[in-house]
C-alpha cells in the first residue's frame, strides 16, 4: 500500500538548520509532484514547497523562500526539505504529501497522499 514515512523533526533552537525526509513506497513514485505541508497548533495545513516529478522545478511558500530547499531522489523514493536560519513561527507538525501528474498546487486538499508527519519545534 502506499506509505509516505516523514523523518528527522524534533526540538532546535532559533537559527539552526533542519533537514527533514520523506520515504515513498506503495506507488509510482517518478510520476508524482511532491510536495511538504506544516501544521501549526491550532492552524490548518500550510504549503511549504513542492517539486514536480523530474525534480527540474522547485516552488516555495512566501514564508520559507529563500531559506529553504526540496529536492528530491527518483532512484530512492525520497524526498527532502533543508531548512535553515529557522524560527519560532515554522514549529509544527510537517507533512510529506504526493500528487500524480506534473501540477501542483498550494491548497492542500489537492494532494493525493500524505504521510503522518513529523514534528519541528522552534525555541527562541
Known amino acids: 500500500q502506499v506509505q509516505l514515512v516523514e523523518s528527522g523533526g524534533g526540538l532546535v533552537q532559533a537559527g539552526d538548520s533542519l533537514r527533514l525526509s520523506c520515504a515513498a513506497s506503495?506507488?509510482?513514485?517518478?510520476?508524482?509532484?511532491m510536495g511538504w505541508f506544516r501544521q501549526a497548533p491550532g492552524k490548518g495545513r500550510d504549503f511549504v514547497a513542492a517539486i514536480i516529478w523530474s525534480g527540474e522545478s522547485t516552488y516555495y511558500g512566501d514564508s520559507v523562500k529563500g531559506r529553504t530547499t526540496i529536492s528530491r531522489d527518483n532512484a530512492k523514493n525520497t524526498v527532502s526539505l533543508q531548512m535553515n536560519n529557522l524560527s519560532p513561527e515554522d514549529t509544527g507538525v510537517y507533512y510529506c504529501?504526493?500528487?500524480?501528474?506534473?501540477?501542483?498546487?498550494?491548497?492542500?486538499?489537492?494532494?493525493?497522499?500524505w504521510g503522518q508527519g513529523t514534528q519541528v519545534t522552534v525555541s527562541s
Open positions: 504529501a504526493a500528487l500524480v501528474g506534473s501540477n501542483w498546487y498550494e491548497e492542500p486538499s489537492e494532494w493525493t497522499y
Open positions: 506503495g506507488f509510482d513514485f517518478g510520476n508524482y509532484a
